[in-house]
């Protein structure tokens, strides 16, 4: 069992294991979200992830959608400010969801699978890693299955 829980220790949850996919989002929602370079997300399956403590601490905000659909929405601890699982509802029917990998205690036994949104980076951050670097139509590409531009 991997344990994951916000600053203050509020909002507690356990997962019995990451699956992935696990990508580093450097899209500006996710940069102002977390007021760094990028998000690590990682892919839990819902049956495999359970929240211990702090439901009743647990808020959400929803960005309204302008001109740059799909919805973004995040999820803090509204002690600590701490980012915490977007846990679904059951009426979302997802199979799974992300896990903000930074809240981990543990090792997950699984890195990063790749950069997504990489041409929306950080002026000041630079990727050396050797993992994939995807834009967002390459990003859209990979999970619709066609090539990218297809
Ligand atoms: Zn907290
Ligand atoms: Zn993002």
Not at 84 to 97: I, L, Q
Not at 119 to 147: N, Q, Y
């Amino acid at each position: 069992m991997l344990r994951g829980s916000c600053l203050c220790g509020g909002v507690a949850f356990e997962i019995a294991k990451a699956v992935g996919p696990f990508e580093l989002c450097h899209c500006p929602r996710c940069r102002k979200a977390s007021g760094s370079a990028f998000v690590a997300a990682l892919g839990v399956r819902v049956e495999d992830f359970e929240l211990l403590s702090g439901a009743e601490l647990i808020r959400t905000f929803e960005l309204p959608v302008r001109d740059n659909p799909p919805p973004y929405g995040v999820a803090f601890c509204d002690r600590c400010g701490s980012p915490v699982p977007r846990v679904p509802d059951v009426d979302d029917a997802v199979e799974w969801f992300e896990v903000p990998a930074g809240l981990l205690d543990g090792d997950p036994l699984v890195t990063p699978d790749r950069h997504i949104f990489v041409e929306a980076k950080s002026p000041w951050f630079e990727i050396t890693d050797s993992i994939p670097r995807l834009t967002r139509e390459e990003l859209r590409a990979l999970r619709s299955g066609r090539p990218p531009g297809g």
